[in-house]
Nanobody
Framework: VQLQASGGGLVQAGGPLRLSCATSGRTLSSYTMGWFRQAPGKEREFVAVITWSGSLTSLVDSVKGRFTISRDNFDNTVYLQMNSLNLDDTAVYYC?????????WGKGTQVTVSS
């Protein structure tokens, strides 16, 4: 599974961004999909996850109420809508696909929040 995250960029604090994760060559409909991020000097951390059907989601406490994860299985795309961004959200964001404990990672997309 090849994943490609996109949508990152430079945004002012308080602003929104929407990240997308797409794949080619294989459908994502049977995978649990997630977003992780890694800030400079820190370990990669979990941000959000969505089940294959989209019926269940979970987010890390620090982004609850601000971020939303969703998916479109017809387009093989997973989204991370990020609102009210703050400086602590600056990181490289990675999407992840999981099926039966086998994980796939895409190249990250940089999100930089400025004051």
């Amino acid at each position: 599974v090849q994943l490609q995250a996109s949508g990152g960029g430079l945004v002012q604090a308080g602003g929104p961004l929407r990240l997308s994760c797409a794949t080619s060559g294989r459908t994502l409909s049977s995978y649990t999909m997630g977003w992780f991020r890694q800030a400079p000097g820190k370990e990669r951390e979990f941000v959000a996850v969505i089940t294959w059907s989209g019926s269940l989601t979970s987010l890390v406490d620090s982004v609850k109420g601000r971020f939303t994860i969703s998916r479109d299985n017809f387009d093989n795309t997973v989204y991370l809508q990020m609102n009210s961004l703050n400086l602590d959200d600056t990181a490289v964001y990675y999407c992840n696909a999981d099926q039966y404990g086998v994980n796939y990672w895409g190249k990250g997309t940089q999100v930089t929040v400025s004051s």
